[in-house]
């Protein structure tokens, strides 16, 4: 089941997004998050842009949102997108089921939807193009996590 986030989510969003940040580079947040840190992000999002959590047998197995890509009024029709998969759970299909719902909420107000991803990630990769997404730019070393310097890519969906 898809649902919207509700702030008694914050606990299980902290845990599945606390495991890449310890151990990948897919974010490049260094430091756990608090539940009470994630609450305040889920109170934070003043934008009303869709957070979504896909939950099995009540139990949260992934989440994704979207916030603004930039503040300057001209960039209003997009946004940029995020998604985590509880660990051992990707390749179940979870995340093309939750992606797929957050772009179908984001169409009917947004034009072109963006999504970076730190480099290599296969998996993100390939979930992107899948749903359409198309590589636009390619950012040599921008990231440094875990001693080491990382790429990010940006792929770009036009609705």
């Known amino acids: 089941m898809i649902r919207p986030i509700e702030i008694e989510d914050a606990k299980s969003i902290a845990e599945i997004y606390n495991h890449y940040i310890v151990n990948t580079v897919v974010t490049f947040e260094v430091s756990p998050l608090s539940t009470q840190e994630m609450e305040e992000r889920i109170l934070n999002n003043n934008t009303n842009l869709p957070w979504l959590v896909y939950e099995n047998n009540s139990q949260i197995?992934?989440?994704?949102?979207?916030?603004?890509?930039?503040?300057?009024?001209?960039?209003?029709?997009?946004?940029?997108?995020?998604?985590?998969?509880?660990?051992?759970?990707?390749?179940?299909?979870?995340?093309?089921?939750?992606?797929?719902?957050?772009?179908?909420?984001l169409r009917k107000n947004y034009h072109a939807i963006?999504?970076?991803?730190?480099?290599?990630?296969?998996?993100?990769?390939?979930?992107?193009?899948?749903?359409?997404?198309?590589?636009?730019?390619?950012?040599?070393?921008?990231?440094?996590?875990?001693?080491?310097?990382?790429?990010?890519?940006?792929w770009e969906l036009l609705v």
């Not at 994704?64 to 029709?77: G, V």
């Not at 290599?120 to 001693?147: M, T």
Request: glycine share 10%; hydrophobic share 35%.
């Open 61 to 105: 197995m992934g989440y994704a949102y979207a916030t603004d890509w930039k503040t300057r009024r001209a960039y209003k029709q997009t946004v940029e997108t995020t998604i985590y998969i509880k660990a051992h759970e990707n390749g179940k299909g979870i995340g093309s089921i939750l992606y797929s719902e957050l772009i179908n909420q």
């Open 114 to 154: 963006i999504g970076g991803i730190s480099l290599p990630n296969e998996a993100s990769i390939a979930l992107h193009e899948k749903l359409g997404f198309e590589k636009v730019a390619h950012f040599k070393e921008v990231g440094f996590k875990f001693n080491k310097r990382i790429d990010v890519g940006y």
